[in-house]
Every structure is written in structure tokens, then in C-alpha cells.
């Protein structure tokens, strides 16, 4: 009995060894299909993949505008070589304005009709044949956005694709360069060709600038993921701690309207009616007066409304008659009431100073005392005399 409890045992642990190896290798079986290996690509698909060809034949047409005639013309034959190694047709019908391309018996790649016909698509919307002829390669696809119709104000979609070109076409450089993808704008519509990859983060950043969000903000998340994606170790981490939070702030205020509607409580009862004229004289009693009576009381309100306009307009006339108020010519001093006084005999010495000033000439000094010398003189000549 030991001895089979004991192989019981040991049996049971190695079953569940094998689990849980098995279940670890499932996960990292799982972890190794997501993952793409680097360098490696998709082979292309050959003849031999589809010998005996396609069993019907398909078709597809564009228009294009007329100032695209001219260009078209110059690179037709460059199309019909590009499109002839993928054994395709193209024709072009300059009278109707239309590009068709359709498959031929030697055509063995089913895909192939939908690549040439996103490529008429490309040359009817302004792209250039060298850039729109990638398309033909399996890793490269296109997307057409169109933006006419999510803004209605023309000036404000003016405005709002200009944002996305940017000054010099700064804005719309920097998303190619983060995208790997060529962007063409051009009338109501956004042309991106490029990886899967890229033309998503396009139609997000177009999308974003026609609802008024300024194409820096998904550039600035873009550089940042860019730089994520080089650290191995944050590959299979979330990334939204290191993206940044724009909020949308509206600076400007709303005009409010001067006259504010303030809107009533919901009654279901309709508004009581308004009185006639027959209710209010009724409420009153002059329903009940003769004619005579009514017609005395209309003329004694119009008399006393005269009276009331009369007294208005004589007050009116009256006012140019009232004299206005003179301004004082004193200027009431705040200064203490000694110091207003005036000072007697500082007035005596300018009058006196006055009385020995001649008119019109410089003030006479006085004259000096007489010294002894002057004396001696005058002595001497007393005594010749």
C-alpha cells in the first residue's frame, strides 16, 4: 500500500510539472506569433503561387479634373509600363475625363487590380507618378482622407488645412519624417501613402486638426513613442505614463447676450386669458354709466394729462431764465488766521527806502563823514582869507 501511495505521488507531481511547462510555452508561444522578427518580410507572391491565372475579368475607373489632363499625358506611358509588369490595362479617355485600368488573361496576382486601381485614384488626386507607383509594393498601402465635409465654414477649413501644412510646409514634413509616409493635401482631400502603421497615425493627426486641435500636440506624441519603441524593455509595457495630457482650455470668453430669457417653470396648463375691454369695465362699473357720463370722464383724464404736459413745459421754459451760481473769486485759505495780518512796520521801511530812491535812476549812497584831513583844509584856507 506505501508503495503505491508513494507512486501515486510522484506520478501526480510530474503531471503537473507538465502542466504548468506546457502552460509557460503557450505563453511564450503567444508572445513569439505577436512579435515580428526583425529583417524579415512577406515573400512576394509569384506565378507559380497562381499558374493558371484569374477567371474573370475586373475593372475599375476614376475620374480625374482637368487641370491633371496636362500631367497625366506627359507620364501615360511611364503608368502603362508600371502597370504592364503586374499584367494589368490601363486606358485613358481624355474626352470623359476617366482612367480604367482592368486585368488581362496573363494576370496572376488577384490583388494586383486593387493596387492599380488605388494608384489612378493617387494620379487623379495630385500625387506624383513616382511617389503613387509605390503602391505597387506589397508593404506599401494608401489612404485617402476626405476633409471637405467635417468643417462648414469654408474660411475655418481654409484655415484649419492650412494649420496642417504649416509654415513652409514645416508641420507637414515633420509628420512624414515620424510617419515614413507621403502626405499630399490638396483641395478637399488628404492623400498618405506609406506603411499600415503610419497611415493610421495620419488619419488621426488629420482628423484631430479639422476638429480644432492643432497638429503639434500629436507630433509631440509621436517623437515621444518613436523614442519609446528603441527600448527594448518597454515594448510590451504601457505608455501612457509618459505621454503628455493636453487639456483643451478655451481662453475666450462667450459673449452673453444683454437681455437674459429666464426661462419659466413647466406648467401643463395653458395661460390664464387676458381681459376684454367689457371685463375691465364691468370690474370697474363704468359698463353701467350712461354715455353722457363716460364721455365727461374720458374728456377730465385727457384734460388733467394736458395740465401735467403744460406744467413739464413751463418748467423747461423756466430753467433758461435761473441765473447759474457765481464761483466765489476768494479762495477760502486754510491757513491760520494770524497769518493773514499785516505786518505795519515792514510796510513804514519800504516807504522809506522809496521816499530816497530818485525816479528813473540808481539809488544815492550816503554821504561819508568828513575826516580830519578835509578839516585841516578848510582851516587853512580861513586864515588866508
Known amino acids: 500500500m506505501a508503495s503505491s501511495t508513494t507512486g501515486d505521488g510522484v506520478s501526480e507531481a510530474q503531471t503537473e510539472k507538465k502542466g504548468k511547462k506546457t502552460k509557460s510555452q503557450a505563453?511564450?508561444?503567444?508572445?513569439?506569433?505577436?512579435?515580428?522578427?526583425?529583417?524579415?518580410?512577406?515573400?512576394?507572391?509569384?506565378?507559380?503561387?497562381?499558374?493558371?491565372?484569374?477567371?474573370?475579368?475586373?475593372?475599375?475607373?476614376?475620374?480625374f479634373p482637368k487641370y491633371r489632363e496636362a500631367y497625366l499625358k506627359e507620364c501615360w506611358p511611364l503608368v502603362e509600363k508600371a502597370l504592364g509588369d503586374v499584367h494589368i490595362k490601363a486606358s485613358l479617355d481624355l474626352i470623359e475625363g476617366s482612367v480604367t485600368v482592368c486585368t488581362t488573361k496573363k494576370t496572376y496576382d488577384?490583388?494586383?487590380?486593387?493596387?492599380?486601381?488605388?494608384?489612378?485614384?493617387?494620379?487623379?488626386?495630385?500625387?506624383?507618378?513616382?511617389?503613387?507607383?509605390?503602391?505597387?509594393?506589397?508593404?506599401?498601402?494608401?489612404d485617402i482622407i476626405k476633409v471637405g465635409t467635417v468643417v462648414r465654414n469654408r474660411e475655418r477649413f481654409v484655415k484649419r488645412r492650412q494649420r496642417l501644412i504649416g509654415p513652409k510646409g514645416s508641420t507637414l514634413k515633420a509628420l512624414e519624417l515620424l510617419t515614413n509616409c507621403y502626405v499630399m493635401v490638396q483641395g478637399n482631400t488628404v492623400s498618405a501613402l506609406g506603411p499600415f502603421n503610419g497611415l493610421k497615425e495620419v488619419r488621426k493627426v488629420v482628423m484631430d486638426t479639422m476638429k480644432n486641435i492643432h497638429p503639434i500636440y500629436n507630433i509631440k506624441t509621436l517623437m515621444i513613442k518613436r523614442e519609446l519603441s528603441k527600448d527594448p524593455?518597454?515594448?510590451?509595457?504601457?505608455?501612457?505614463?509618459?505621454?503628455?495630457?493636453?487639456?483643451?482650455?478655451?481662453?475666450?470668453?462667450?459673449?452673453?447676450?444683454?437681455?437674459?430669457?429666464?426661462?419659466?417653470?413647466?406648467?401643463?396648463?395653458?395661460?390664464?386669458?387676458?381681459?376684454?375691454?367689457?371685463?375691465?369695465?364691468?370690474?370697474?362699473?363704468?359698463?353701467?354709466?350712461?354715455?353722457?357720463?363716460?364721455?365727461?370722464?374720458?374728456?377730465?383724464?385727457?384734460?388733467?394729462?394736458?395740465?401735467?404736459?403744460?406744467?413739464?413745459?413751463?418748467?423747461?421754459?423756466?430753467?433758461?431764465?435761473?441765473?447759474?451760481?457765481?464761483?466765489?473769486?476768494?479762495?477760502?485759505?486754510?491757513?491760520?488766521?494770524s497769518e493773514g495780518k499785516l505786518d505795519i512796520e515792514a510796510i513804514k521801511e519800504k516807504v522809506k527806502k522809496a521816499k530816497t530812491k530818485k525816479l528813473g535812476a540808481p539809488p544815492v549812497s550816503p554821504a561819508p563823514p568828513p575826516t580830519i584831513t578835509n578839516k585841516k583844509k578848510k582851516n587853512k584856507g580861513k586864515s588866508k582869507g
Open 233 to 337: 524593455d518597454l515594448k510590451l509595457q504601457s505608455w501612457e505614463r509618459f505621454l503628455p495630457k493636453f487639456r483643451h482650455k478655451n481662453l475666450a470668453k462667450r459673449k452673453e447676450p444683454k437681455k437674459k430669457s429666464v426661462k419659466r417653470e413647466y406648467t401643463p396648463f395653458p395661460p390664464a386669458q387676458p381681459q376684454s375691454q367689457v371685463d375691465r369695465e364691468l370690474a370697474t362699473g363704468e359698463f353701467f354709466l350712461r354715455d353722457s357720463v363716460k364721455k365727461r370722464k374720458k374728456m377730465e383724464e385727457i384734460k388733467v394729462k394736458q395740465a401735467e404736459a403744460l406744467t413739464k413745459k413751463q418748467e423747461e421754459r423756466n430753467k433758461a431764465f435761473i441765473a447759474p451760481k457765481e464761483k466765489p473769486l476768494m479762495k477760502k485759505s486754510t491757513k491760520d488766521p
Open 27 to 63: 505563453v511564450v508561444d503567444e508572445t513569439d506569433l505577436l512579435t515580428v522578427p526583425e529583417g524579415w518580410k512577406e515573400p512576394s507572391f509569384t506565378k507559380d503561387d497562381n499558374p493558371r491565372g484569374l477567371l474573370e475579368e475586373s475593372s475599375f475607373a476614376t475620374l
Open 110 to 142: 488577384p490583388y494586383a487590380i486593387v493596387r492599380a486601381r488605388d494608384l489612378i485614384k493617387l494620379l487623379a488626386r495630385s500625387v506624383p507618378f513616382e511617389q503613387a507607383v509605390r503602391i505597387l509594393q506589397d508593404d506599401v498601402a494608401c
